[in-house]
T-cell receptor, first 114, second 113 residues
Framework: AAGVIQSPRHLIKEKRETATLKCYPI?????VYWYQQGPGQDPQFLIS???????DKGSIPDRFSAQQFSDYHSELNMSSLELGDSALYFC?????????????FGPGTRLTVT | SQQGEEDPQALSIQEGENATMNCSYK?????LQWYRQNSGRGLVHLIL?????REKHSGRLRVTLDTSKKSSSLLITASRAADTASYFC?????????????FGQGTRLTINP
């Protein structure tokens, strides 16, 4: 079965650079979530989109922005990168048809800021 | 001390019954989130309730938030065997100048068929 696809899987950037992470949800899933998990940390909810509109906002820094496109894929744009942005970034997708609007997680993008 | 504390630590009920789990916290929060985790799996974000909201629904889930008592409850109605999992509350608050998501210890929910 198709799963959530994230690209790239690994990304190395320098401070003050920008990064764009992409997420392709499971087909027919209309909701996308972004999470950040720092080293040894619990995952933190950043932002979610439903039907291309922002639906919930968590701990997302102002330097980050995200959007969901007409084909339901989403991109997380990160500017003025800081060392503390080094983390694993998960994307998840869901559909009202799933149990509890259960979210299906992608494999993550590991971002390293040097 | 623990920001989020959950009660009970373990709950076992029959399929079809309702399950209620409680969470208490200590500091002011921006929002409170509930997560589910199957054994050995990752966390699944269930629902987020903001500090200015009192109740929120999502499918068979109902979440309440009482900021005066610094507590939240998660109600799962008409439970199913597939609901067996650990449920965590997590508070999103500014602690020592930094935004932080703090997880509670979790409630282990077992639904008996």
């Amino acid at each position: 079965a198709a799963g959530v696809i994230q690209s790239p899987r690994h990304l190395i950037k320098e401070k003050r650079e920008t990064a764009t992470l992409k997420c392709y949800p499971i087909p027919r899933h209309d909701t996308v979530y972004w999470y950040q998990q720092g080293p040894g940390q619990d995952p933190q909810f950043l932002i979610s989109f439903y039907e291309k509109m922002q639906s919930d906002k968590g701990s997302i820094p102002d330097r980050f922005s995200a959007q969901q496109f007409s084909d339901y894929h989403s991109e997380l744009n990160m500017s003025s990168l800081e060392l503390g942005d080094s983390a694993l970034y998960f994307c998840a997708s869901s559909s009202p048809d799933t149990l509890f609007y259960e979210q299906y997680f992608g494999p993550g993008t590991r971002l390293t800021v040097t | 001390s623990q920001q989020g504390e959950e009660d009970p630590q373990a709950l076992s009920i029959q399929e079809g019954e309702n399950a209620t789990m409680n969470c208490s916290y200590k500091t002011s929060i921006n929002n409170l989130q509930w997560y589910r985790q199957n054994s050995g799996r990752g966390l699944v974000h269930l629902i987020l309730i903001r500090s200015n909201e009192r109740e929120k629904h999502s499918g068979r889930l109902r979440v309440t938030l009482d900021t005066s008592k610094k507590s939240s409850s998660l109600l799962i109605t008409a439970s199913r065997a597939a609901d067996t999992a650990s449920y965590f509350c997590a508070t999103d608050a500014e602690i020592q100048g930094a935004q932080k998501l703090v997880f509670g210890q979790g409630t282990r929910l077992t639904i008996n068929p």
